[in-house]
């Protein structure tokens, strides 16, 4: 190991200590990947590197510091987001994709199942993660995007673009912009929708308060109009999964219960509820629901 090595570990430890003392999980890992970023290399590059660092990164390593500590998330200092196998740009003014959502994705993925050459719809794309991993993992799919944000949809483009995948970003609100030729023809409505009520708004974290408001704060409002604004875009058996708060398991189910079937409320790693799903109902199941 050399000296400048020796040196490097050093900046590392007492990165990660001062990172630790102003509440930041994750210290080293943060630390690690900030210096990652100001010096263009991987993880592995790091710690095989031979020369510590120089005053122009030495400066710039002590700005973002100084920036993840007064609340700027680390995305934004980094500029990217690992979204399951993707890594996206990601942009102050648009929401960063959590790990949390990827159980969104993977709820979608499953109900798509064999599904040949299925079309999908994201609601509220953001960044385009959702839409993006189930382009990557269907290839085959048509796959549209819409957020009413104009910085998210230029974002979700231009991530699409960079990773070559063929997905339709649309400007506007929930399913306003989606083409008329697919009305009742989709078969996956997907949505991560603003879902923090206004009450918990206020004892977010003050990391979680650097996204912006209208991204987070909806309570289940977005979720209703897309039951009713959704189903006629749906096929018959064509599915919505959106993405849920901790405590809205149960207010969700019974809002999906009053037009969809087979809805199942799922859970995310930390066992707590996170997606709902629902498929629209066919002719037959319409009948059978229906008042005698």
Partial sequence: MTAATV?????VRRSAEYLAGHGIDSPRQEAETL??????????ELYARDRGLDTRSAILFGRALCQRCKGVPLQHLTGQQ?????????????????????????????????????????????SGALALVLKHRRPEARVLATDRSAAAVKLARSNAKRLELDVDVRHGDLLDPVPSDIRGCVDLIVSNPPYVTKEEYESLPWEVRAEPYE??????????????????WLRAGGWLVVEI??????????MFETRLTSVQVL??????????????????????RAPS
């Fill in 267 to 288: 859970p995310d790693l930390a066992g707590r509820d996170r997606v709902v799903r629902g498929a629209r109902p066919t002719d037959v199941e319409s009948a059978r």
């Fill in 245 to 254: 708060g901790a405590e809205q398991g149960a207010e969700v189910r019974r």
């Fill in 35 to 44: 210096l990652m970023r100001v010096l263009g290399v991987s993880r592995a």
């Fill in 82 to 126: 690992q979204f399951m196998e993707l890594s996206l740009d990601v942009d102050e003014g648009v929401f960063i994709p959590r790990p949390e959502t990827e159980v969104v994705a993977l709820a979608s993925l499953d109900v798509l199942g064999a599904i040949s050459s299925p079309t999908v719809v994201d609601v509220g794309t953001g």
């Fill in 215 to 232: 991204a987070l704060v909806g309570g289940v409002d977005v979720h209703r109009r897309l039951i009713e604004e959704g189903l006629p």
């Fill in 7 to 11: 040196r490097l570990l050093d900046v």
